[in-house]
């Protein structure tokens, strides 16, 4: 897959990807990152890329024409696979369903705003879609951009080792098929200042290991993250419709 960035900052994205999963899908050849300066599409002596906004306001925008030259220039012709992405406080919230329906592309452009906004014509007539990852305003799309390449990178084949690692951990770990969080883990020692790791964890017993963490990670996901179990409790209502007729007429 190859990851293109559009940005005013390419000076960014030298530090996010020099370690870790991402620099070895690099290296391993699964990925290719590459950084475009939207300033290269900029003709006149400043190097113009932002403007005031009609009708008035605060701030300075993204103007439409270097985005799009810069588009047209990395896909001159726009083929199936090739994904243009508005990165935006806006845009749909990011998720890991989202970052396994971008892993099937081929080609991604991510485009980075920055200032008060982008000209809209970029997210009408340019970006497939908006996306943010986060209800939070950051100053710029390049730390969301960093933040998409990681999450779909690590899901292509050939990036993480183990395979299984993907699909266990939290947001991915299918409870009835829905997410949940991971259940909690612990490493030595088995007891820390006092703290001591869960017995059946030290127990060897798989099956009992096995439902202690899926009781451990809904724990978790209803105390940390109810929204998650809510989701799940709307699609599947009749059992919980089922224990109250139950108990009502217990009572
Ligand atoms: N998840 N921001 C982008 C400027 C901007 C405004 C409108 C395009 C349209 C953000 C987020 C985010 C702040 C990045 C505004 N660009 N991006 N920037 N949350 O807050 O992705």
């Not at 951990?169 to 909690?184: K, N, R, Y």
Request: proline share 6%; charged share 25%; hydrophobic share 40%.
């Amino acid at each position: 897959m190859i990851f293109h960035v559009l940005t005013i900052f390419p000076e960014f994205f030298r530090g996010p990807f020099e370690h870790g999963v991402v620099a070895r899908a690099v290296e391993a050849g699964a990925i290719r990152i590459r950084i475009h300066n939207l300033r290269d599409w900029t003709f006149d002596r400043h190097k113009t890329v932002d403007d005031r906004p009609f009708g008035g306001g605060e701030g300075m925008l993204l103007k439409p024409e270097p985005i799009f030259l810069a588009a047209e220039s990395i896909w001159p012709e726009r083929k199936p696979g090739q994904r243009a992405v508005l990165l935006s406080a806006q845009g749909r919230l990011f998720d890991q369903a989202g970052a396994r329906r971008l892993a099937l592309e081929a080609e991604l452009l991510l485009i980075c705003g920055r200032y008060e906004g982008v000209d809209e014509r970029v997210a009408g007539h340019l970006a497939d879609e908006e996306i943010s990852i986060g209800d939070y305003v950051l100053s710029g799309g390049e730390l969301a951009a960093a933040v998409v390449i990681d999450a779909v990178a690590r899901l292509l084949p050939g990036v993480l080792g183990n395979v299984a690692s993907t699909v266990q951990e939290s947001f991915s770990g299918l409870e009835d098929g829905l997410p949940t969080l991971d259940c909690p883990q612990y490493t030595r020692p088995a007891d820390f200042r006092g703290w001591k790791v869960p017995e059946v964890l030290l127990s060897g017993h798989h099956e009992q290991i096995r439902l202690w963490r899926r009781q451990a990670a809904l724990d978790k996901t209803r105390r940390l993250r109810p929204d998650l179990l809510a989701h799940r409790d709307r699609l599947k209502p009749a059992p919980q419709e089922q224990d109250l007729a139950g108990k009502e007429a217990e009572s």
